[in-house]
């Protein structure tokens, strides 16, 4: 599809300067018209502004979209990612990833209520976000036509860009003018820090990247208890009260703000091929993970928990690499969804000084039998000498092997 043939856009517009520029470029370089799409995803900043200045800019008030989508966030796409325990290279959990496919899948859906025939993000060419945007984008519409500005301007630097700002009279925020010492991208799971005084790993981030917790040093010198209550693998109450997705959520993460919890400091692998360090905190997420994962080891058998820890590693991977709405994807969280019938209890933990410590873990449907396991007397329940033959059993390929050895043989 030619420039030409672009009439109309949906953008999705944070309000700041690259997304303003973004606008202004589309409108000159497509001659189309501009819908702008803003969602609150829990990042903390008004959002109000972000709608003034797309009136400031043209944008009439029926193509402009505002929307509050922490709850959809929470609900349908953190949720059931916890519920896989998803961890990226071990310790990432994936609190950008996730939020990029609600953003893309809200996208779509306007541009099909306003009749729309493309769709516009500010991810760079170097980043994963613009892999994550656009693979959502022809999952859930095949034809669209997607328009990456930072793929083919001509606006290559942060004075480019506040040239094209001055000469367009688009209003620039003062801290704008100087050099951003890291750039900041937060959702209601976590913030994550990238780049300038960031990019050498072998400096330590300043205090001054850290924006949504307290350093664990300066954490409390007192330990907060609290209980989670967890259906079907869900969170559904802290300390008995009930609570929706996001407000849960954001509960955790008051209480591991105070207390030091959430931070990390990650080199990992792009899908575009090279490495990047990112400071993130996701101090209600780190929680959260710690005490699913107690919940599940009394309710969930060894062979479904296993089999899900083999799968965790390449469910995760799909998630960040941009792959949600892949089948793949959609399979794996069908067997996970089934694992989580019984993941329902309570789990008691104590935060202190950046730490999460499990406390207690109970069930109705626990698999731990105290009868079975107890060191004192089982009254039977389990005959010891049982072990003899298991043991024998699973030692005889072991024997035959050290035989055939000393013979000089091969089985």
Not at 53 to 75: Q, T
Not at 203 to 209: G, K, M, P, S, T
Request: proline share 4%.
């Amino acid at each position: 599809m030619s420039k030409t043939s672009v009439k109309k856009v949906v953008l999705a517009y944070s309000g700041g300067l690259d997304t303003s520029v973004i606008l202004k470029w589309l409108q000159e370089t497509y001659g189309c018209e501009v819908v702008t799409f803003t969602a609150d995803l829990g990042q903390g900043e008004e959002l109000g502004p972000a709608r003034e200045k797309a009136r400031l800019l043209g944008i009439r008030e029926e193509n402009i979209f505002v929307e509050d989508l922490r709850e959809e966030f929470v609900r349908d796409f953190v949720f059931p990612m916890f519920r896989a325990n998803a961890v990226y290279e071990g310790l990432y959990l994936l609190g950008t990833s996730i939020a990029r496919p609600l953003i893309a899948k809200r996208q779509i859906e306007i541009a099909e209520a306003v009749g729309a025939d493309a769709v516009a993000h500010g991810a760079t060419g170097k980043g994963n976000d613009q892999v994550r945007f656009e693979l959502s984008y022809y999952a859930l519409k095949p034809d669209v036509t997607v328009i990456a500005p930072w793929r083919e301007w001509t606006l290559t630097s942060r004075t480019a860009l506040l040239e094209f700002a001055e000469k367009h009279q688009i209003p620039i925020a003062k801290d704008k003018r100087g050099e951003a010492p890291f750039s900041v991208d937060a959702n209601l799971l976590h913030s994550s820090s990238e780049g300038k005084i960031l990019e050498d790993p072998a400096q330590e981030a300043d205090e001054i990247v850290y924006q949504r917790t307290v350093s664990p040093m300066a954490a409390p010198d007192r330990v907060t208890e609290i209980a989670i209550d967890f259906k079907e693998g869900d969170p559904v109450a802290i300390n008995g009260e009930a609570l929706s997705p996001a407000s849960l959520l954001a509960r955790l993460n008051a209480l591991g703000r105070e207390n030091g919890i959430g931070r990390l400091d990650l080199v990992e692998n792009r899908f575009v091929g090279m490495k990047s360090r990112g400071v993130y905190e996701t101090p209600g997420g780190t929680i959260l993970a710690v005490a699913h994962r107690a919940i599940e080891s009394i309710t969930l058998d060894r062979g479904v928990a296993h089999l899900k820890d083999e799968l965790m590693p390449r469910y995760a991977e799909l998630i960040y690499n941009g792959f949600w709405f892949a089948p793949e994807r959609r399979m794996l969280q069908a067997a996970i969804d089934a694992s989580q019938a019984h993941v329902t209890g309570r789990v008691r933990l104590k935060l202190y000084k950046g730490n999460v410590m499990v406390a207690g873990r109970e069930s109705p449907h626990s698999l731990y039998a105290m009868k079975y396991v107890t060191f004192e007397d089982d009254q039977g329940a389990y005959d010891q000498a049982d072990a003899k033959g298991f043991i024998r059993l699973n030692a005889l390929r072991l024997r035959l092997g050290a035989m055939a050895g000393r013979k000089g043989g091969a089985l």
